[in-house]
């Protein structure tokens, strides 16, 4: 079964194109080193009447956006070898200097999960 890597994040919406740059950049660094499937998706449908919505989840402000995105992988083994290669890429060190980052670290949520149903 496949392995996921899940992140959830507030994205200034003044910012979408430069993270949306970023992650083209990150998502091609990614599948060139083995991530099966890599994918940024922003939020559209936030209101819920259950559970715990996204815009609280990552305490939404004025003027952001849900970002959900999640990467592919064989197994967590495949993950922990590309993801591995990946920090020592140049282009992901390049795009990712802290004080210019698209987001705020701070309020990303990230894991990485086993898959338990794949139809």
């Given at each position: 079964m496949p392995y996921v890597d899940g992140f959830v994040l507030p994205v200034p919406?003044?910012?979408?194109?430069?993270?949306?740059?970023m992650s083209r950049m990150a998502g091609k660094v990614w599948k060139e080193h083995g991530a099966l499937e890599y994918r940024e998706c922003v939020g559209e449908d936030l209101k819920v009447d259950?559970?715990?919505?996204f815009t609280?989840?990552?305490?939404?402000k004025r003027g952001e956006?849900?970002?959900f995105s999640?990467?592919?992988?064989?197994?967590k083994a495949h993950r922990d070898k590309v993801n591995a290669k990946v920090m020592k890429?140049?282009?992901l060190s390049k795009m990712c200097k802290e004080d210019d980052m698209p987001f705020d670290?701070?309020?990303?949520?990230y894991g990485g999960?086993?898959?338990?149903?794949d139809m």
């Amino acid at each position: 079964m496949p392995y996921v890597d899940g992140f959830v994040l507030p994205v200034p919406r003044k910012k979408l194109d430069a993270y949306r740059r970023m992650s083209r950049m990150a998502g091609k660094v990614w599948k060139e080193h083995g991530a099966l499937e890599y994918r940024e998706c922003v939020g559209e449908d936030l209101k819920v009447d259950f559970g715990l919505p996204f815009t609280k989840l990552t305490d939404l402000k004025r003027g952001e956006l849900v970002v959900f995105s999640w990467i592919v992988f064989k197994s967590k083994a495949h993950r922990d070898k590309v993801n591995a290669k990946v920090m020592k890429d140049p282009r992901l060190s390049k795009m990712c200097k802290e004080d210019d980052m698209p987001f705020d670290l701070k309020r990303m949520a990230y894991g990485g999960f086993k898959t338990i149903v794949d139809m």
